[in-house]
């Protein structure tokens, strides 16, 4: 069969090198993938939003299955343009409809559904312009730190926790008269700040039937010691530690199923994978975000893990065949350490020529950002290689990824030296 995987990050290049490794894959095509991503099949110039270019390049290189890496083209009806459209509807997308896609891409809708199935989650209430005064009231019910939450997608910026009531009057006042996050800030979710350790948790399901993905956690501040600026992740464990036997348990009943069921409930189909962004609050599992796909950098220590042949898996998320499916996996520990650009998460240079790639041993390197250019690699984002080990232990795991970071060479090379070690 020949797949098409819609991305250009480390998680997309992690998907890849799982595809090729299937035997009953025939040719893989990544759009528009990376310099990681064209070693593995054939990278083609089409964004993820360009519905019309996708529908072509699914005709001329028969497309037998779409797998979609990142939420935007999801929470734009990805999956229902080819339920829609005569010709496509016949190849399968995994990734879910636009209405489940909502899960990630209203956070409003998210808190009613985790009401409504009694799912744990914090304190919240959705306001818009017209309830702005009623939002400052509300404010002044809670504790220090005011969580704020712009109902749609903010590219991962959405979420601001204020140490002040000063500033959550200011913040909130900005997202809704002052558009901060245009159109996504109409509404606002206020919530009460959770305090605990956050996990993520992933599953798989084709509608009916789920298997659940090894948990991860990820490092998302810039900063050593978890300080500074909110990143897309700069590293990534599995399994993790803290998680182990009756708490994950405890995610499957009071989390995982009771999502699934009241999918179903609402007569939604969800074909796809699931993200629980959860904190571990004394023991119980709390939502913080549904995602509707996969994480990064957590995909870059979760899918080495996977003993499944990942072809199959999809292939049995679409025919609804998920129960047949077995979920062996790797026992050992994975580490994932990021390489990012100078200056990210601010602004930051690209073209920066990576050398040392040849001189790294024992570890897999996932491209995030990168392009090549005259046979040459050049880095192309902020997040740009994720060097990923397996270990007996974390430790073990990790220092095999440090080793093989210090090798990598480009301008401007930054990477957090702590990940894993608060465990
Ligand atoms: P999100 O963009 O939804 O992943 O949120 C970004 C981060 O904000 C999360 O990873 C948490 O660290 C933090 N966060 C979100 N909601 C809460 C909450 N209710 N209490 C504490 N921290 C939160
Ligand atoms: N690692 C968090 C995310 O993918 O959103």
Redesign the pocket.
Known sequence: MNILLLGSGGREHALAWKLAQSPLLTSLFIAPGNAGTASTGTNLPVAVNDFQAIREACISHQIGMVIVGPEDPLVHGIHDFFLDNPELRKIPVIGPTRQAAMLEGSKDFAKAFLRKYCIPT?FSHTFTIQTLAEGIAFLRTLDPPY?L?ADGLAA?K??V?CPTMDEAMAELTAMLSDAKFGEASSKVVI????EGI?LSAFVVTDGTHYRIFPEAKDY?KIGIGDTGP?TGGMGSISPVPFARGNFLEQVERQVICPTLDGLQAEGIIYKGFIFF?L?NVKGVPCV??YNCRLGDPETEVVLPRIQADFVELCQAVADGTLDRVEMDLDPRFTASVMLVSEGYPGSYEKGKEITGLDQVTGSLVFHAGTKAVDGRIVTNGGRVLAVTSFGKSLEEALNRSYENAEKIRFEGKYYRTDIGFDL
């Open positions: 914090a969580v939450k991962g959405g979420v926790i919530e009460e700040f959770l956050e998302k909110n962004g904190m913080i975000e």
